[in-house]
Nanobody
Framework: QAQLVESGGGLVQAGGSLRLSCAVSGRTFSTSAMGWFRQAPGKEREFVAAISSLSQKTYYADSVKGRYTISRDNAKNTVYLQMNSLKSDDTAVYYC?????????????????WGKGTLVTVSS
């Protein structure tokens, strides 16, 4: 059974940065498409960023493009989300997601496995 464990969330001031990590076990990481989603209070879970199995392709929501960077280290079975220039609207629980190679994780229905989430709070 796959396990995805996020870390790196916390409280940050607007304009600051955070780096989220997600350690994956129980599935073949190097052939998994990976992604990040987030859910703000009272809102639906939404796509944030995705990366293909060999990092050839990355995808971003328009709201984070130019500020966030997704990356992965297949040797460490870990995917990262570097978040810069954070805004109060970025406050949410951030979820790591894993899916099948070849399917870009740009929507929740493509996700096979979810992490439990890590809270990011941006104070203005």
């Amino acid at each position: 059974q796959a396990q995805l464990v996020e870390s790196g969330g916390g409280l940050v001031q607007a304009g600051g940065s955070l780096r989220l990590s997600c350690a994956v076990s129980g599935r073949t990481f190097s052939t998994s498409a990976m992604g990040w989603f987030r859910q703000a209070p009272g809102k639906e879970r939404e796509f944030v960023a995705a990366i293909s199995s060999l990092s050839q392709k990355t995808y971003y929501a328009d709201s984070v493009k130019g500020r966030y960077t997704i990356s992965r280290d297949n040797a460490k079975n870990t995917v990262y989300l570097q978040m810069n220039s954070l805004k109060s609207d970025d406050t949410a629980v951030y979820y790591c997601a894993a899916g099948t190679k070849g399917y870009e994780l740009t929507s929740a229905d493509r996700v096979d496995d979810w992490g439990k989430g890590t809270l990011v709070t941006v104070s203005s």
